[in-house]
């Protein structure tokens, strides 16, 4: 790993779901790319999970995300980085989420729970898995 990652880096992303499908968004020109994953990133300076949360899911898919539930956590060691990562499951309403950064996102769309394009990205697993059996803890690989 490089220099500037000898620490793990804290992520923080938000799902939803509505009417037994997730919104899923291929991602593009960062680690993982190609894989199917939904708004999320690092954690600023100062900002709270939930802020953080609500800002990547208003800059990189335009909603604003109501209530917010948590998922899990997990610590992620992959892509050639390492990630503690905490997951939520955010209520959008009605709102249609789009691709506002083209440069993050390549395809999206609302998948079936039980009929999911594949790779997800880790934390999108954990998301999906923690949204489906509860738990709350993924250790890694």
Request: charged share 25%; with cysteine.
């Amino acid at each position: 790993m490089a220099a500037e990652s000898s620490r793990p880096q804290i992520g923080v992303g938000v799902i939803f779901v509505r009417d037994g499908r997730v919104f899923l968004a291929k991602r593009h020109g960062a680690h993982g790319e190609d894989t199917w994953a939904s708004a999320g990133g690092h954690l600023e300076s100062g900002e709270t999970l939930e802020q953080c949360a609500r800002r990547e899911a208003m800059e990189e898919l335009g909603v604003a995300v109501g209530e917010l539930r948590f998922l899990c956590v997990s610590n992620i060691i992959a892509y050639g980085k390492h990630y503690v990562d905490i997951e939520f499951l955010g209520d959008i309403g009605g709102q249609e989420p789009s691709l506002i950064e083209p440069e993050t996102f390549i395809a999206s769309g609302w998948f079936p729970l039980d009929d999911l394009p594949e790779p997800l990205f880790h934390a999108m697993s954990y998301a999906l898995d923690s949204y489906g059996t509860g738990k709350h803890y993924y250790p890694g690989d």
